[in-house]
Structures are given as C-alpha cells and as structure tokens.
T-cell receptor, first 118, second 117 residues
Framework: DAGVIQSPRHEVTEMGQEVTLRCKPI?????LFWYRQTMMRGLELLIY????????DSGMPEDRFSAKMPNASFSTLKIQPSEPRDSAVYFC????????????????FGEGSWLTVV | GDSVTQMEGPVTLSEEAFLTINCTYT??????LFWYVQYPGEGLQLLLK?????DKGSNKGFEATYRKETTSFHLEKGSVQVSDSAVYFC????????????????FGAGTRLAVHP
C-alpha cells in the first residue's frame, strides 16, 4: 500500500512567489495533518483536517498560509507570498481517527517537501 | 496543555553501547505514547507505541514502557548500531478523550543520536 505522498520533494523559490505543496493521504484515512519542521522550532502542527473539514488551524503562522482539502484524497498547503523565514520541511501526515481513538493513534508521515525561499 | 519533554542531544555513543533517551509527558486523561525516528533526509517513521499504562512497545531492538506513575516513556536499546544514528522524537496523542480534540500528535523537541564504529 502506498504511503502518504507529497510533492514537490524539493522546491527553491524566490521571495514573494506563491508556493503550493500537495499531499495525498493513505487511502481510507480520514485525518490529515500538516506539520512544519525547522531547526529553531522543531516540529509544529500547522493544521489538521478530519473528514475533509479543518478542525484546528491555530498553528497556521499567519494569513499568508492557507490549506485546503477538497476531497478525501488530496490536500494543499499554500504560501502566498513566500518569505525566507518560511524555509523549512513541510510534512503531511494521515491517520484513521475513529478506531485510533480507542486503540491508540498511529499517524503516518510523508517524506516531506523541502522548501527554500531565497 | 499537553506537552512532551525529551532529553537534549546530541547523544554520542560507540557501537554496541546501551542507549537511553528520556521522555516525560504532561497530559490530561489517558494519552497514547509514541516514539518516531527520522533518518537523515527522510520523513518520520513510527518506531513503537504504547496505548495504556504499563504497556511496553518494542521494535527493532528498541523498547519503551508507559509509566503513568512517573509520566515517562523512556526509549532504550541494549546494543546500538551505526545504522541507528538518527533523530528520535517522543510524542503523545489523545490525552483527553472527552475534549473532542481528535488524534493530533504533540512532539518533543527530538534527540539526535550519533553512533560511532
């Protein structure tokens, strides 16, 4: 079974440009998470969705960031306009929420999108 | 709110040495506890987990026991290898089953392990 698939794996862009990161969760999973990883702040949860609905976006740093989940098999994280301080690794992750509330949560991560804004 | 505290790294060991990485947590309710591993240039992989007090998670020679009385979930391995060099993250989820807060993971800061031949 394919894992969480993210694209692009690497992106280098100029400050001010729009960046769109994409994620395909594991089939059958109904929870989706976007995390950001930096040396300074470690792993931060940006937003998570359950059944395609955003549940908690309190980790989204500012209005330049937006995330959508138009259907169960696709999500995007968009940064517009991008800034150098957005340089980080962005991870998408998914899990099955209902069963895991009882048996314990296993969240599966993609390989990350490595973003550099110059 | 819920939180996880890990020992700071880096941890540097010789091959075949004993490994302990400490992890303590703060949570309301009854969280599940996890260890994830991140190899260089890769995403996070689940290493092991425990869902209730006194459970022991184990995988690839690594073990961790869920200790509710000390709110700890320390990672151990009896004999490390060079290939174990990575960053290890302790995490919790679902501390409060009644809050409606779904199964988001809260991570510790990570501990880098370097194993030398």
């Amino acid at each position: 079974d394919a894992g969480v698939i993210q694209s692009p794996r690497h992106e280098v862009t100029e400050m001010g440009q729009e960046v769109t990161l994409r994620c395909k969760p594991i089939s059958g999973h109904n929870s989706l998470f976007w995390y950001r990883q930096t040396m300074m702040r470690g792993l931060e949860l940006l937003i998570y969705f359950n059944n395609n609905v955003p549940i908690d976006d309190s980790g989204m740093p500012e209005d330049r960031f937006s995330a959508k989940m138009p259907n169960a098999s696709f999500s995007t994280l968009k940064i517009q306009p991008s800034e150098p301080r957005d340089s980080a690794v962005y991870f998408c992750a998914s899990s099955s929420s209902l069963r895991d509330r009882v048996y314990g949560n296993t969240i599966y991560f993609g390989e990350g999108s490595w973003l550099t804004v110059v | 709110g819920d939180s996880v505290t890990q020992m700071e790294g880096p941890v540097t060991l010789s091959e075949e040495a004993f490994l302990t990485i400490n992890c303590t947590y703060t949570a309301t309710g009854y969280p599940s506890l996890f260890w994830y591993v991140q190899y260089p240039g890769e995403g996070l992989q689940l290493l092991l987990k425990a869902t209730k007090a006194d459970d022991k998670g184990s995988n690839k020679g690594f073990e961790a026991t869920y200790r509710k009385e000390t709110t700890s979930f320390h990672l151990e391995k009896g004999s490390v290898q060079v290939s174990d060099s990575a960053v290890y993250f302790c995490a919790l989820s679902g501390g409060d089953l009644f809050s409606g807060g779904y199964n988001k993971l809260i991570f510790g800061a990570g501990t880098r392990l370097a194993v030398h031949p």
